[in-house]
C-alpha cells in the first residue's frame, strides 16, 4: 500500500516509501512509548523494536534514494524504472527518525520535489502529489502543500514555506476562511 489509494491488483504491489517511513516512525514511537510503561529492567521488545526500525531505514537508504539526485523515490519499483518516481510522500515522511528535512537526502528530495511537482508554471503555487500524469495527479494537493511546507521550514528554508502558507490562507481568507481540500 501507500498514502495515496493503490490498488494491491493494479500495479500497487511496490516498497513504497511512505509505508516504509511511517513503519519506523510507528516502530520507533512505539518502542519509546513501551519503555515508558514497562517498568521491568531489561525489557527486551523496546529494543527488538528499535532494530527494526533501524533495518528498515537502512534498506530505505540502499533502495529508496535515488543515486542520481540523492532524493527519496516514490517506491523501489519505480525507482528502477528509472523515471517518473517523484511523489510528494517522500516529504511527508521527512522526520529525524528517517531522514531529516536539514539532512542530504532531505534537501535533495525538496529540491527534487520543487523541480518535478511544483505547479510554478500552471499557478505558480502549490504543488502536485506525484508525477504518474493523469488528471487527477496533476491537481494541487493542499495535504502536500502542508506537508512540504513543514519540510521546507524545518530544512531552514523559511521562505519556500511562507510562501506556500500564505497562498493556502490567501485563498481559504477569499472562500469564508474554508481552506479547500
Same mark, same amino acid.
Given at each position: 500500500?501507500?498514502?495515496?489509494? %493503490?490498488?494491491?491488483?493494479?500495479?500497487?504491489?511496490? $516498497?513504497? &516509501?511512505?509505508? %516504509?517511513?511511517?513503519? &519506523?516512525?510507528?516502530? @520507533?514511537?512505539?518502542?519509546?512509548? @513501551?519503555?515508558?510503561?514497562? +517498568?521491568?529492567?531489561?525489557?527486551?521488545?523496546?529494543?527488538?523494536?528499535?532494530?527494526?526500525?533501524?533495518?528498515?531505514? !537502512?534498506?530505505? *537508504? !540502499?533502495? @529508496?534514494?535515488?543515486?542520481?539526485?540523492?532524493?527519496?523515490? *516514490?517506491?523501489?519499483?519505480?525507482?528502477? $524504472?528509472?523515471?517518473?518516481? *517523484?511523489?510528494?510522500?517522500?516529504?511527508?515522511? /521527512?522526520?529525524?527518525?528517517?531522514? %531529516?528535512?536539514?539532512? *542530504?537526502?532531505? /534537501? +535533495?528530495?525538496?529540491?527534487?520535489?520543487?523541480?518535478? /511537482?511544483?505547479?510554478? %508554471?500552471?499557478?505558480?503555487?502549490?504543488?502536485?502529489?506525484?508525477?504518474?500524469?493523469? &488528471?487527477?495527479?496533476?491537481?494541487?494537493? =493542499?495535504?502536500?502543500? /502542508?506537508?512540504?511546507?513543514?519540510?521546507? $521550514?524545518?530544512?531552514? $528554508?523559511?521562505?519556500?514555506?511562507? !510562501?506556500?502558507?500564505?497562498?493556502?490562507?490567501?485563498?481559504?481568507? =477569499?472562500?469564508?476562511? @474554508?481552506?479547500?481540500?
Amino acid at each position: 500500500s501507500s498514502i495515496w489509494e %493503490s490498488h494491491w491488483d493494479n500495479g500497487g504491489r511496490q $516498497r513504497w &516509501v511512505f509505508t %516504509s517511513g511511517a513503519a &519506523v516512525i510507528g516502530l @520507533l514511537r512505539f518502542a519509546d512509548a @513501551l519503555e515508558a510503561v514497562v +517498568h521491568r529492567a531489561n525489557d527486551p521488545r523496546p529494543a527488538r523494536y528499535r532494530a527494526r526500525a533501524i533495518e528498515i531505514r !537502512a534498506a530505505m *537508504a !540502499a533502495a @529508496l534514494v535515488d543515486p542520481i539526485s540523492g532524493s527519496l523515490a *516514490a517506491s523501489v519499483e519505480q525507482l528502477r $524504472r528509472g523515471s517518473a518516481f *517523484a511523489d510528494a510522500q517522500a516529504a511527508l515522511i /521527512l522526520d529525524p527518525r528517517t531522514f %531529516s528535512s536539514s539532512s *542530504a537526502v532531505g /534537501l +535533495h528530495t525538496l529540491d527534487f520535489l520543487r523541480q518535478n /511537482l511544483f505547479l510554478g %508554471s500552471t499557478t505558480g503555487h502549490g504543488y502536485r502529489r506525484n508525477d504518474d500524469g493523469d &488528471v487527477y495527479d496533476r491537481r494541487e494537493w =493542499l495535504v502536500v502543500d /502542508l506537508g512540504i511546507a513543514k519540510a521546507l $521550514r524545518i530544512a531552514g $528554508r523559511a521562505g519556500e514555506a511562507d !510562501a506556500i502558507l500564505s497562498w493556502i490562507t490567501d485563498q481559504a481568507a =477569499l472562500n469564508f476562511n @474554508l481552506i479547500p481540500e
